[in-house]
């Protein structure tokens, strides 16, 4: 079972041909089309990113592309924050301007939606449309990083909703 967050959304479809999945619940997640290809950033997000690039090609730390107002309330302590901040990568913005293979068939497979809020609200719908059980906590898109114990629940609560063919 996948269980991924954000962009690793993505990359379900890759490890679906890769490795033996029996289905996913995506966490406030990108949900790729049925086949074809997947961008890594939407044009929007790619502009902004464009702007935030330094003379190398290099993005500051994901947690400063935000405004901080945006920012500071994904996290439940300056702490938690300082230390998601400390392992955070510079990526090339080079990165967001690929796309990924999405195999046709990866979404044979059953799933289920968790968001956070409305960040991911096409997604969202996407699963729904999909027939995919959905779940929507008030939350911001770190959410788990807030109330830990709630997302677990939640996905142990849409783990038995996912139809699981063997």
């Known amino acids: 079972m996948l269980i991924p967050h ?14 033996r999945v029996a289905g ?9 089309a049925s086949g074809g290809r997947a961008p890594l950033a939407p044009p929007a997000v790619l502009g902004l990113l464009a ?23 994904l996290f439940p302590t300056t702490a938690v924050r300082e230390q998601i901040e400390r ?6 913005l080079s990165y967001f301007s690929e796309s ?9 497979k059953p799933g289920a939606y968790l968001a956070f809020g409305d960040t991911y609200a096409l997604d969202r719908s996407e699963a729904a449309a999909r027939g995919w059980p ?3 906590l008030s939350g911001k898109h770190l959410h788990m990083l807030v109330d830990p114990q709630q997302v677990a629940t939640e996905i142990d609560a849409l783990l038995p909703k996912i139809r699981v063919h063997r």
């Open 6 to 19: 954000s962009n690793a959304g993505l990359y379900v479809p890759a490890l679906t041909v890769r490795r």
């Open 24 to 32: 996913y619940v995506f966490v406030d997640a990108g949900v790729p």
């Open 51 to 73: 702007r935030l690039a330094d003379d190398n090609g290099l993005l500051p730390p994901w947690s400063r592309w935000w405004d901080e107002a945006d920012v500071a309330p």
């Open 87 to 92: 392992e955070q990568q510079r990526l090339p």
């Open 100 to 108: 990924l293979p999405v195999p046709s068939g990866w979404d044979d």
């Open 134 to 136: 959905v779940t929507t």
